[in-house]
């Protein structure tokens, strides 16, 4: 037994340490289980292929990081390194096609061989959300908000959220063209790490922490440049929407994010108290990852949180979540913003509020929220938005709004909002 103990980069946790993991776990369910996202789990164990195919062969996670072996029917095996190829290959095996629109979230063990540090080992826990089948720029905007609040619910301080396009498959193509010929011409500026990347994945060379080859870098193509009108326009209306709800971001053009799979936004979160490895929140679209592997065109957008470094910074207990409290039917350019403002709100009083992304008639909401057996329902259409206000009643089992608990509120008056839910949702 002298020589047993575990392998570098695993630890051992017991009770006393487990109460904080257990407590960030209850905020992380209870704010996902708010904003209507569902749990999904797969595998620890998946076939290599499909790690090769959805994360990318070039990539440092698949070449260099990747827990691979061959099993006693000498099949590649692998311990997952991250969990959307996962999910994607769920969701093809099982049929995407019944059910194309999906809010998912997973949570568990991943494994990369890399050098251990401070809030990442070996064996680490992550949390992942994705958001199948939603393409518009108003579902990025709400994935990027969620874990922006996610983490400031959890009380982490100095976030900073940078953020990037990546434009779509013929942007990055045109783009690469081009900052090929750059590398090859600057080859020899590049510190031996990017250099052995140009043949495998020139585009993270980008991302690079070597502060020469950074300053090389800053003479390279920008991939920005390169962006159809579609794209460009698509990333504008991405930064008015932050700028509408008051997210604080930086644009950093050279994130790309270490995945293969990324489309159009990509995005980081990070924290100053985490020294130089600041990184605690990374997503982004992968709107062809699940057309390349084999399923239908879907797009998709999501992001992964370290449970590691949440723990370094964060921990506290709240209450266990409850039913479905409040959907909120919204439609119009400016009632979209208000609605997804006012979700937040509502979220803080500890109601499981569903947003409407659909876009869809104000009739197939109500059917939607009928549905979910919504107990109460908020309207906001371009009359209230031009009024600022919104209507919120009760809605019974038939699918129709009860007047008789029908109220008109201000989008500023914060106290008659509280009122009405304590006197409506919260009554013991």
Same mark, same amino acid.
């Not at 495998?200 to 950074?214: A, G, H, W």
């Not at 698509?234 to 930064?239: A, G, I, M, N, S």
């Given at each position: 037994? $002298?020589?047993?103990?575990?392998?570098?980069?695993?630890?051992?946790?017991?009770?006393?340490?487990?109460?904080?993991?257990?407590?960030?776990?209850?905020?992380?369910?209870?704010?996902?289980?708010?904003?209507?996202?569902?749990?999904?789990?797969?595998?620890?164990?998946?076939?290599?292929?499909?790690?090769?195919?959805?994360?990318?062969?070039?990539?440092?996670?698949?070449?260099?990081?990747?827990?691979?072996?061959?099993?006693?029917?000498?099949?590649?095996?692998?311990?997952?390194?991250?969990?959307?190829?996962?999910?994607?290959?769920?969701?093809?095996?099982?049929?995407?096609?019944?059910?194309?629109?999906?809010?998912?979230?997973?949570?568990?063990?991943?494994?990369?061989?890399?050098?251990?540090?401070?809030?990442?080992?070996?064996?680490?826990?992550?949390?992942?959300?994705?958001?199948?089948?939603?393409?518009? %720029?108003?579902?990025?905007?709400?994935?990027? %908000?969620?874990?922006?609040?996610?983490?400031?619910?959890?009380?982490?301080?100095?976030?900073?959220?940078?953020?990037?396009?990546?434009?779509?498959?013929?942007?990055?193509?045109?783009?690469?063209?081009?900052?090929?010929?750059?590398?090859?011409?600057?080859? $020899?500026?590049?510190?031996?790490?990017?250099?052995?990347?140009?043949?495998?994945?020139?585009?993270?060379?980008? =991302?690079?922490?070597?502060?020469?080859?950074?300053?090389?870098? *800053?003479?390279?193509?920008?991939?920005?440049?390169?962006?159809?009108?579609?794209?460009?326009?698509?990333?504008?209306?991405?930064?008015?929407?932050?700028? %509408?709800?008051?997210?604080?971001?930086?644009?950093?053009?050279?994130?790309?994010?270490?995945?293969?799979?990324?489309?159009?936004?990509?995005?980081?979160?990070?924290?100053?108290?985490?020294?130089?490895?600041?990184?605690?929140?990374?997503?982004?679209?992968?709107?062809?990852?699940?057309?390349?592997?084999?399923?239908?065109?879907?797009?998709?957008?999501?992001?992964?949180?370290?449970?590691?470094?949440?723990?370094?910074?964060?921990?506290?207990?709240?209450?266990?979540?409850?039913?479905?409290?409040?959907?909120?039917?919204?439609?119009?350019?400016?009632?979209?913003?208000?609605?997804?403002?006012?979700?937040?709100?509502?979220?803080?009083? =500890?109601?499981?509020?569903?947003?409407?992304?659909?876009?869809?008639?104000?009739?197939?909401?109500?059917?939607?929220?009928?549905?979910?057996?919504?107990?109460?329902?908020? %309207?906001?259409?371009?009359? *209230?938005?031009?009024?600022?206000?919104?209507?919120?009643?009760?809605? =019974?089992?038939?699918?129709?709004?009860?007047?008789?608990?029908?109220?008109?509120?201000?989008?500023?008056?914060?106290?008659?909002?509280?009122?009405?839910?304590?006197?409506?949702?919260?009554?013991?």
């Amino acid at each position: 037994m $002298d020589n047993l103990k575990n392998l570098r980069g695993t630890v051992d946790l017991f009770p006393d340490q487990l109460i904080k993991w257990q407590n960030v776990e209850k905020i992380l369910l209870e704010q996902l289980s708010r904003a209507s996202i569902k749990e999904i789990r797969t595998p620890i164990l998946e076939m290599t292929e499909l790690f090769i195919r959805g994360i990318g062969e070039g990539t440092d996670v698949v070449s260099k990081e990747m827990y691979t072996f061959l099993d006693r029917g000498e099949r590649s095996c692998t311990l997952r390194p991250e969990g959307t190829a996962s999910v994607a290959r769920a969701l093809i095996q099982n049929g995407i096609s019944s059910n194309p629109l999906q809010k998912l979230w997973y949570m568990g063990p991943m494994f990369r061989y890399e050098r251990p540090q401070a809030g990442r080992q070996r064996q680490f826990h992550q949390l992942g959300v994705e958001f199948i089948g939603h393409d518009s %720029v108003r579902s990025d905007v709400e994935i990027i %908000v969620l874990a922006w609040d996610i983490l400031g619910k959890l009380g982490i301080k100095e976030l900073n959220l940078e953020i990037n396009t990546l434009g779509d498959t013929n942007d990055r193509s045109n783009f690469q063209k081009s900052f090929l010929k750059w590398l090859e011409t600057n080859k $020899d500026s590049l510190d031996l790490d990017s250099q052995n990347r140009i043949s495998k994945n020139p585009l993270r060379i980008l =991302d690079t922490k070597n502060l020469q080859t950074k300053k090389v870098l *800053e003479n390279a193509p920008r991939l920005f440049n390169f962006l159809s009108e579609k794209s460009h326009n698509r990333y504008l209306d991405l930064k008015r929407q932050l700028e %509408v709800l008051k997210i604080p971001y930086v644009e950093n053009f050279n994130l790309v994010r270490g995945l293969d799979y990324y489309t159009h936004t990509a995005f980081e979160i990070t924290s100053g108290a985490l020294g130089s490895q600041a990184t605690v929140c990374g997503g982004g679209r992968y709107d062809d990852l699940i057309k390349q592997m084999g399923g239908p065109n879907t797009p998709a957008i999501g992001f992964a949180i370290g449970l590691e470094r949440l723990i370094l910074l964060a921990g506290k207990e709240l209450e266990i979540p409850r039913n479905t409290d409040i959907y909120i039917i919204n439609q119009g350019l400016i009632a979209e913003s208000l609605a997804m403002d006012l979700s937040r709100k509502l979220r803080n009083y =500890d109601l499981l509020v569903e947003l409407d992304l659909s876009g869809a008639s104000f009739s197939k909401q109500f059917r939607k929220a009928n549905k979910l057996k919504s107990k109460s329902i908020i %309207v906001i259409g371009d009359d *209230e938005a031009v009024n600022g206000e919104f209507t919120i009643r009760l809605f =019974d089992q038939s699918g129709n709004g009860n007047e008789n608990e029908e109220e008109v509120i201000s989008f500023e008056n914060d106290i008659k909002l509280e009122n009405w839910i304590n006197n409506n949702l919260l009554v013991k």
